[in-house]
């Protein structure tokens, strides 16, 4: 019998859980080990909802922040939504999962390879585990359905609701077959949470990890009926005030279970915000490079009686960190074999004043390092100028910026003031540059097939025209 890397993985983590003593954080109060349920939207902004700063309308995740703990350094692993969820999900920098470069389209075979572990397989075989809304990590060949990654069952699309033809699939681990159910672009977000609380309902009785992948903000917008015109902000604020109302019923859900103090609820996004939508006052979008705007996006964690209410923190955390902390509060060890970049932040989580244990975060454009992130300094080199990526050390312009100046915006580098700093990040990111360098794919066909066709039209474009005499 031929064993694959996937299955030694797996037996590894098995062992290795098994030597693991029992610790505070791998029950509740209640008795149980605890049960974990992200909430992840797509392209919402650092600035979108009212506990950042924001003007539209959340009343309900307002209520998430005051009865929770609020993050405001928190990173999505990536600025595009592909690698985003593959980092989520693997605790591992993109790059290393070969889903590093921009977001998978159709037409593309790429896809989560099966030798990835996923959060729902290193919580096996305790937890019952789902993942409704949007994957986006591959739509066929052996990376297609999401039940051949440790969930139990899916329920939602393959991609961003913006690529068609689109189906809302279901899929079951016992024969990770996708068939297709009847859905509206208008209902989507609806149906997702129906299913979630399905979910809820068919699961009270035992641990679960849940992942609620909204696929909004993301545009095209489709208000659900009724909260189309309801804010100020048109069809984008709609759709926010639908998500709040979302979470708001999530928290419901859990409360009228009795599920409430068992179950650590996070709210976050993918990426910062696309063509609409609010960075909050961070420098850049989603897709940006180095800067904050594509990258920082809100964070907040709920669970009565072990997340502190009412609380902020500063410290350095990012996506890449759920996987481990999960295994962590569950008891459970990583997965063996695999190098992680994510840590453990349960105590962050569990305080709001605990540091991070983190000395950096690494922020990437695609396949490349353009900035890392330390608690109190920030160093970009990167940024896009003119439809092209740009150096900015090799322009002679290090930006370095000092976050306990309030400089959020990113608009005063004070390299000049802080040398040895620049030197230090500088040093770092080009260490950080080399070790992942390895693991670059380089451009994936479809998108070479593209930059040909466009270099192509441009040099049509730039062919005289004859004259008509």
């Not at 650092?46 to 307002?62: L, N, Q």
């Not at 016992?174 to 699961?203: C, G, M, S």
Request: charged share 20%.
């Amino acid at each position: 019998m031929t064993v694959t890397r996937r299955e030694m993985l797996r037996a590894g983590t098995a062992v290795a859980a098994a030597a693991v003593a029992p610790t505070a954080n791998a029950r509740t109060r209640s008795g149980r080990k605890p049960n974990f349920l992200v909430i992840l939207c797509d392209d919402l902004g650092y600035g979108d909802v009212s506990p950042y700063g924001g003007r539209i309308p959340t009343p309900e995740i307002a209520r998430m922040a005051q009865e929770g703990l609020v993050a405001t350094s928190y990173y999505a692993p990536e600025n595009m939504c592909t690698p985003s969820r593959a980092g989520l999900l693997t605790g591992r920098y993109p790059v290393r999962t070969g889903l590093g470069y921009e977001v998978i389209l159709l037409g593309e075979d790429r896809g989560l390879p099966l030798s990835e572990v996923t959060i729902a397989e290193a919580l096996k075989p305790d937890y019952a585990t789902g993942l409704m809304g949007k994957w986006h990590l591959g739509h066929t060949g052996p990376s297609w359905p999401p039940t051949k990654h440790g969930f139990d069952y899916f329920y939602g699309i393959p991609y961003s609701h913006d690529i068609e033809p689109l189906s809302i699939y279901e899929s079951h681990a016992t024969d990770n077959v996708a068939r297709p159910v009847p859905w509206n672009f208008h209902t989507l977000q609806e149906q997702f949470y129906q299913a979630a609380e399905k979910f809820l309902i068919d699961h009270r009785d035992r641990p679960f990890f849940l992942e609620l992948a909204l696929s909004a903000p993301h545009l095209p917008e489709y208000p659900y009926g009724p909260f189309a015109g309801k804010t100020k902000q048109g069809p984008y604020g709609d759709v926010v005030l639908e998500v709040d109302s979302i979470v708001g019923r999530v928290l419901n859900k859990l409360r009228e279970l009795g599920l409430a103090e068992d179950t650590l609820v996070l709210f976050t996004s993918d990426n910062g915000p696309w063509f609409e939508g609010s960075a909050g006052g961070l420098r850049d979008r989603k897709g940006g490079a180095g800067y904050d705007g594509g990258h920082r996006v809100p964070f907040i964690a709920w669970q009565p009686g072990t997340v502190p209410a009412g609380k902020r923190t500063d410290a350095i955390i990012g996506g890449i960190d759920l996987l481990p902390t999960f295994c962590a509060m569950a008891g459970k060890a990583p997965p063996a074999g695999v190098e992680l970049d994510g840590k453990d932040i349960s105590a962050v989580l569990k305080t709001g004043t605990a540091p991070s244990p983190h000395q950096e975060i690494l922020l990437f454009n695609n396949e490349e390092v353009m900035g890392l992130r330390t608690q109190r300094w920030q160093f970009v080199e990167d940024t896009y100028w003119r439809g092209g990526l740009q150096n900015l050390s090799k322009r002679g312009y290090d930006q370095l910026y000092d976050t306990q100046t309030g400089d959020m915006d990113e608009s005063y580098s004070v390299a000049v003031s802080h040398p040895d700093v620049t030197a230090d990040l500088k040093g770092r990111l080009a260490a950080a540059k080399a070790k992942f360098a390895p693991f670059k794919k380089g451009i994936p066909p479809l998108f070479q097939k593209f930059k040909a066709e466009a270099a192509q039209r441009e040099l049509q474009d730039l062919k005289p025209v004859a004259r008509q005499d």
